[in-house]
Nanobody
């Protein structure tokens, strides 16, 4: 299975971006997808995750109420809508696939990763 993340860029604080993660070599019905981020000098942090059934989702505490995870099965794509962006959201964002279908905030659950997309929020 392969993952391709895209949609990053430079945005002003308070602005919005939508990231996309395309899954190939499998179907979203089989995998939970998680979004994670790594800021310079910090550990990889769980941002949002969606179960393979799409009935369960979760968010990191720092993004609750601002970020939304969703998916389009026909396009085999998971989205991360990011609103009210803050300078602290600046990071490389990665998507991962969890074959158990459950997802979660722990990166070790995800054996498959995309290449990352850079989000820079200017204050």
């Amino acid at each position: 299975v392969q993952l391709q993340a895209s949609g990053g860029g430079l945005v002003q604080a308070g602005g919005s971006l939508r990231l996309s993660c395309v899954l190939s070599g499998g179907t979203l019905d089989w995998y939970a997808i998680g979004w994670f981020r790594e800021a310079t000098g910090k550990k990889r942090e769980g941002v949002a995750w969606l179960s393979s059934s799409a009935t369960h989702s979760g968010y990191g505490d720092s993004v609750k109420g601002r970020f939304t995870i969703s998916r389009d099965l026909a396009k085999n794509t998971v989205f991360l809508q990011m609103n009210a962006l803050e300078a602290e959201d600046t990071a490389v964002y990665y998507c991962g696939a969890d074959p158990t279908g459950y997802g979660g905030r722990w990166s070790g659950q995800y054996p498959h990763w995309g290449q990352g997309t850079l989000v820079t929020v200017s204050s």
